[in-house]
C-alpha cells in the first residue's frame, strides 16, 4: 500500500476515534517508511504494540532518537520481542539512546524549576497516596513472581506487550493489578499498572497506580495519561497542573491536542 494513502485513512481514523490503536500503529508505520518523523513521534503515544520486524523497528527508533522523544524510544525498545531486539541494529539503537537519554534527562530534571516536587507523584498530593486494599488471595505463587523492585515478570511484560484492544488491556491490568499492590513503592509495576488502567479505560484505577509513583517528571507520556485519568474520574484542577509538567516534553498530536482543549480552559486557561 502507498504510505501516503495509509497515512490520509489512519489520520482520518484517529479523528473519527482519537486514541484508536490500530490507526495510530498503521500510521505509524507508514509514517517511518517515508520518514515523517513528527507523525512517527505523535503515533507512537497510541500505539502500545512493538514493531513488526527488525526494519520498521529500527525507522521507528531512529525517528523517536532523532526527535529526542526518550520515554517513548525506551518503551519502545521494553516491548521489542527478544529476537528483534538482539538484532545489531537495535543494540547499536539501544545504545545511542541510553547514552543520549541519560544526559537529556537529567537536565531536564534540574533545568529552570529546580528540583522536582518529590511530596508525591504531584505538587500538592500528600506523601502517602490512597492506595487500595492488597487483593490477597492466598495464590503464593503470585508473591513468587515479585522477585524485588522494578522487577516486572516476563509473564506480565509479554501480555501488555501484545496488548491492542481495550480488553486485552483490561486483562492486562486484571494480571498486573496484584503484583503492584503487593509492591505499593515498585514504581515500574506501578507506571505498568497504571498505563493498563488508563488503555482499559479504568480511571480512577489508573490515578491511584500513577500516584504511587514519586518522581514522573522524566516520563511525559505517564504524566499525560496521568492528566487524562484525573481528568476522566472527575478532578480537572489537578489534572491541569500534571498535564502541564508534560507539555513541555510531549510531542503534540491531535489526541493529545484534544485533551489539552478540554483540561486547561477549563480549569483557568492554559
Not at 485513512?9 to 490503536?21: M, Q
Not at 500510521?27 to 517508511?33: E, G, K, M, Q, V
Not at 524549576?113 to 487483593?135: C, H, M, N, W
Request: glycine share 8%.
Amino acid at each position: 500500500n502507498n504510505p501516503q494513502d495509509v497515512i490520509r485513512w489512519a489520520g482520518e481514523a484517529l479523528r473519527i476515534e482519537p486514541g484508536s490503536s490500530e490507526a495510530a500503529c498503521l500510521l505509524r508505520a507508514a509514517a517511518a517508511r517515508i520518514g515523517d518523523c513528527d507523525a512517527v513521534v505523535a503515533a507512537t503515544l497510541s500505539c502500545p504494540g512493538p514493531p513488526a520486524d527488525v526494519k520498521l523497528a529500527r525507522q521507528v527508533l531512529g525517528c523517536l532518537i532523532e526527535r529526542e522523544a526518550w520515554s517513548e524510544a525506551h518503551r519502545v525498545l521494553e516491548r521489542l520481542p527478544a529476537e528483534l531486539s538482539a538484532q545489531k541494529p537495535i543494540q547499536r539503537l539501544a545504545r545511542e539512546l541510553s547514552e543520549a537519554s541519560v544526559d537529556i534527562l537529567a537536565l531536564e530534571q534540574t533545568s529552570d524549576g529546580g528540583a522536582p516536587e518529590r511530596e508525591g507523584a504531584l505538587s500538592g498530593t500528600p506523601s502517602t497516596a490512597v492506595s487500595p486494599a492488597a487483593q490477597s488471595n492466598g495464590d503464593e505463587s503470585r508473591e513468587a513472581e515479585v522477585k524485588g523492585k522494578d522487577d516486572v515478570p516476563q509473564r506480565v511484560r509479554e501480555q501488555f506487550g501484545a496488548a491492542t484492544t481495550k480488553e486485552d488491556f483490561e486483562a492486562a491490568f486484571l494480571g498486573i493489578k496484584p503484583l503492584a499492590d503487593q509492591q505499593p513503592d515498585d514504581p515500574e509495576l506501578n507506571l505498568l499498572a497504571g498505563e493498563a488502567a488508563y488503555r482499559a479505560a479504568r480511571f480512577a484505577q489508573a490515578v491511584r497506580h500513577y500516584e504511587r509513583v514519586r518522581e514522573m517528571d522524566g516520563q511525559p507520556v505517564h504524566l499525560f495519561y496521568f492528566a487524562v485519568s484525573l481528568y476522566e474520574s472527575g478532578n480537572p484542577e489537578t489534572a491541569a497542573r500534571v498535564l502541564r509538567r508534560a507539555l513541555p516534553h510531549l510531542a503534540r498530536s491531535p489526541f493529545v491536542a484534544s485533551y489539552v482543549e478540554k483540561i486547561l480552559p477549563r480549569s483557568g486557561g492554559g
